[in-house]
């Protein structure tokens, strides 16, 4: 690749295909036909396949069908929307509108995944606190499962290396269905390919039941004809921080642990590695495999940028930043310690 890089007339060039060029754990790879094959031995289900293929040829299996369903039949359907749902429907789509906007669409009430999130914070920065580097070297955080996957598969000598905490998606499910009986139906809104797959593991489908991204959440809307500037203001069904709406972004997981550990233990100084994109990831966990991040909390987004960058998102990431940091600057609540859901939280994950 050298040839590449070095000629003054860029005369030499290499031909990939994009979702190859994506993919950040080597995942595609051509078969003895020249046609493109998955390794989903590799695969963590991040979804920068599907972003990047110009053709369309990459699909996820949608849940949209039997969400439906569900909202059609006598049993509760809740809907918990990840912090990174800011600004993807457009300015007229403003938070006060969301949970009228579910509702229209046969909902029986909304959750902000964030309030899970301030949960998740708690947690991770009492067992980093707890754990590093007393009895394990570095800790990563929970939070992307694509993340997560990829670097216990890189790790897996040391699978408690990643925090855990419960993701916020799970802690979300389990308090709502703590509220509302087992019997309803959890189905979780967000930017993420990667959360389908979670929510398929043994010990999380019996908390969240369907997963749908924003793109497939756009289109029940059109289908239903909805117009945001008709829709009446409310409330959220609950309450969550700043801490908790910055989770969405690169850097947002770290940054709420490290605010929560300054309140435990002010004199301690946490260190933290932010990654976003696998590739970087995958950089990260080689560098704390030979020792050189010892004593660090590490933060791994499988999508650069963050969630906001997600597989299932609608609008440029540039402009979700700018309306995430609205939504965090408008949080009730700045850090996750004050929010009033802490308690039932923990009390939700003492239930598995």
């Not at 990829?150 to 855990?164: C, D, F, G, W």
């Amino acid at each position: 690749g050298r040839c590449i890089r070095e000629c003054p007339y860029g005369a030499i060039i290499r031909q990939e295909r994009p979702c190859r060029k994506a993919c950040g754990v080597d995942a595609i790879r051509s078969d003895e036909h020249g046609l493109a094959d998955i390794d989903y031995d590799k695969c963590v289900s991040c979804g920068m396949c599907l972003v990047n293929c110009p053709f369309g040829a990459i699909a996820d299996k949608s849940q949209i069908y039997q969400c439906i369903q569900a909202i059609h039949s006598e049993e509760p359907v809740y809907a918990i929307v990840a912090p990174a749902i800011a600004g993807q429907f457009g300015p007229k789509c403003t938070p006060d509108k969301l949970r009228p906007l579910f509702r229209a669409l046969g909902f029986n009430g909304v959750w902000q995944v964030s309030a899970g999130a301030d949960i998740c914070t708690l947690q991770e920065a009492e067992e980093f606190l707890k754990l590093v580097p007393e009895k394990q070297p570095f800790m990563g955080t929970s939070c992307c499962p694509a993340w997560s996957a990829m670097a216990k598969k890189l790790v897996p000598e040391h699978p408690e290396m990643i925090s855990m905490a419960l993701t916020p998606m799970v802690f979300t499910g389990r308090m709502v269905k703590r509220k509302f009986g087992r019997e309803c139906k959890v189905c979780f809104v967000g930017p993420c390919a990667a959360k389908k797959l979670e929510a398929q593991r043994k010990t999380i489908r019996s908390d969240v039941d369907f997963v749908l991204t924003f793109e497939e959440l756009a289109g029940m809307i059109a289908a239903k004809g909805i117009e945001f500037d008709q829709l009446e203001s409310e409330p959220w069904d609950s309450i969550a921080s700043g801490d908790g709406e910055g989770f969405a972004q690169s850097g947002g997981v770290a940054q709420a642990v490290v605010n929560r550990a300054r309140e435990l233990e002010p004199d301690k100084d946490v260190k933290t590695m932010a990654a976003e994109g696998l590739e970087n990831c995958k950089k990260m966990v080689m560098m704390a495999k030979t020792g050189k991040l010892n004593g660090y909390l590490l933060e791994g987004m499988a999508c650069p940028g963050g969630c906001i960058a997600g597989a299932g998102t609608i609008q440029p990431v540039a402009k979700s930043k700018v309306s995430l940091a609205k939504a965090v600057k408008e949080a009730p609540f700045a850090r996750c310690s004050e929010t009033s859901l802490k308690e039932a939280g923990k009390a939700a994950a003492l239930d598995n």
